[in-house]
């Protein structure tokens, strides 16, 4: 089972749960077809853009396979936390780097979430396809209260 965000051009991400075997061996930056994710996504395109695993540990692009593996990380993908002992909000040391686990590219059983980039829409817009993630939040508040 993945947690699959789809990210569009106009900034806004459709988040959907899905069986997808179709996924499995695939890598980050490989172009999958819509179909291959559900029947709704007939003519879409979409490039994997990142992945994490159970644990939350991210797929990283240049760490092959589909194990996890400690590399050395500097600021940006899997590393943003300030280190131990640093007082003042917002500076980054210069030059400081930590030894981090992370996942190799390869999409495997262990992954739970993908995220995909929109290369090419399909006929149905994705705003048809997922309805309730389309509305304002005040009217999904009011929703959900009715629901319960």
Do not use: C, W
Request: aromatic share 6%.
């Amino acid at each position: 089972m993945f947690k699959i965000n789809i990210g569009t051009k106009e900034g806004k991400t459709y988040k959907l749960e899905t069986e997808a075997p179709e996924l499995m061996e695939k890598s980050l930056h490989d172009k999958i077809k819509g179909k291959d994710i559900s029947s709704d996504f007939e003519d879409y395109e979409f490039e994997i853009m990142g992945a994490s695993d159970k644990a939350g540990f991210t797929a990283m692009e240049n760490v092959e396979g589909i194990g996890l593996k400690k590399i050395l990380l500097k600021y940006g993908k899997g590393f943003h936390k300030k280190p131990k002992g640093l007082k003042k909000k917002g500076s980054k040391p210069k030059g400081l780097r930590l030894r981090k686990t992370v996942r190799g590219k390869t999409i495997s059983p262990s992954i739970i979430q993908v995220n995909l980039k929109t290369i090419k829409e399909g006929n149905k817009k994705l705003s048809e396809i997922f309805p309730e993630q389309n509305l304002p939040k005040e009217k999904k508040e009011n929703s959900e209260e009715k629901k319960e």
